[in-house]
């Protein structure tokens, strides 16, 4: 039997499913949050009054849904800063549970709690009280998801020894963050119109932790005790990953894909409202997300059929589904510029075309990550996975703060 602290040749396969199955809850909380929140603080006129205030500025009127963007803004504000102290924490930790799961132990409780808060507003009605809470809780929950979820995926690199095991497992993790955002996409929108978003909050926050703590157990003795903290200052370790030219060639790249895939996915809700007309917006999204999700597996099957033949490496096939996404992201404002019936069907279509170049958001950047946090360990003798894939996740979440915003 494997003792505490040392890395095995292989994560067994059970080890494997549990510690990747974490995006079952990982996925659904996220997708929810990210399709919902806007529409939550800010609904379209016809759907009810909005949760936060708007408000005037010299004289002029400041509409509710751009009052809602800057309080998403203010959330990020702070993680933008927090996400690469706390990778940088997590490299640096010693203890008897090694580098990682002392963080994730502890701040995955908070993860979950402040996940479930953020949809419990204190007054009914645009009050300025229920914008304080909701960044506050907002922050609480990206600093609590930072130190949980990062120490988490900077444990990639440690479990998977060898190339194949590293693609075996993120093959895993796709897996699980589709039916993850189905969950989030498709099902939050029918348990949204049944319950209200504080009880489909709670439920994804349950399962959340749920998954979680199965992916810790599955870690537990195989997370390496042994390596040495990295001993780099901060802001000497933050300029030197920026100046790694693979990651500076990789993270632009994936910042703007996700904006893109992510301005979709917050339009959707408005989408099935002002352009197909639809009254049962929750529904209708899940419809719409469904099929981006059915575009999001078919892709996925075809990239994995791709690598099996080992002639195509993954920085080739994820360059190939940034240009396919920049081409097929648009067709959704084509939806009623042809002929105004059957909305919901050309929805439908255009969802799942747009879904297909997805597929590499969800399957291939934690390998890259995982690659070249690898290729600088081998440079500079020290390993500093958190600060890699936190720094990634700041310059990512800096973006969206931008558009949603816009």
Not at 42 to 70: L, N
Not at 79 to 92: N, V, Y
Not at 357 to 368: D, E, I, S
Request: hydrophobic share 50%; charged share 15%.
């Amino acid at each position: 039997m494997t003792e505490p602290g040392q890395q095995t040749a292989r994560l067994p396969l059970v080890n494997k499913l549990f510690f990747t199955a974490d995006h079952v809850g990982l996925q659904a909380l996220s997708y929810f949050r990210q399709q919902w929140v806007l529409f939550f603080l800010a609904p379209p006129a016809i759907e009810g009054a909005t949760r936060v205030p708007d408000v005037m500025v010299f004289g002029f009127p400041i509409d509710a849904v751009v009052v809602a963007g800057s309080l998403i803004f203010l959330g990020r504000f702070v993680d933008a800063f927090t996400d690469p102290l706390i990778g940088w924490w997590s490299d640096r930790t010693h203890s008897r549970w090694g580098r990682r799961i002392p963080f994730i132990l502890f701040a995955t409780p908070f993860y979950a709690l402040f996940g479930a808060l953020v949809w419990f507003l204190p007054m009914d009605g645009g009050s300025w009280w229920n914008a304080i809470y909701f960044v506050l809780m907002l922050e609480l929950f990206f600093i609590s998801a930072t130190m949980s979820s990062g120490a988490l995926e900077a444990l990639v690199p440690e479990v998977t020894p060898t190339a194949g095991d590293r693609m075996n497992l993120i093959s895993l993790i796709f897996l699980f963050a589709v039916f993850g955002a189905g969950l989030g996409l498709v099902a939050g929108g029918f348990i949204k119109d049944a319950y209200g978003f504080k009880i489909t909050g709670v439920i994804f926050a349950v399962v959340a932790l749920v998954f979680r703590s199965g992916s810790l157990a599955a870690v537990w003795r195989h997370a390496r005790r042994d390596v040495p903290p990295a001993r780099v200052p901060f802001w000497r370790g933050f300029r030197e990953t920026l100046r790694n030219t693979q990651f500076l060639s990789f993270v632009p790249t994936f910042v703007m894909f996700t904006t893109g895939a992510g301005v979709m996915q917050g339009w959707i809700p408005f989408f099935a409202v002002a352009v197909l007309l639809q009254d049962k917006e929750g529904a209708t999204s899940s419809f719409l997300s469904t099929s981006v999700i059915g575009g999001v597996v078919l892709a996925g099957i075809i990239i994995w059929l791709i690598f099996l033949t080992g002639k195509v490496t993954k920085r080739r096939v994820y360059g190939v589904c940034l240009i396919a996404s920049g081409l097929v992201f648009p067709l959704f404002s084509l939806a009623g510029v042809v002929s105004s019936e059957h909305l919901v069907t050309q929805g439908l279509i255009f969802a799942f075309i747009a879904g297909m170049p997805m597929a590499a958001v969800f399957l291939l950047p934690k390998g890259l990550t995982a690659d070249i946090a690898d290729y600088d360990a081998v440079i500079r003798n020290e390993r500093r996975e958190a600060l890699f894939y936190s720094t990634h996740t700041s310059l990512r979440r800096s973006r969206t703060r931008c558009r949603r915003c816009c």
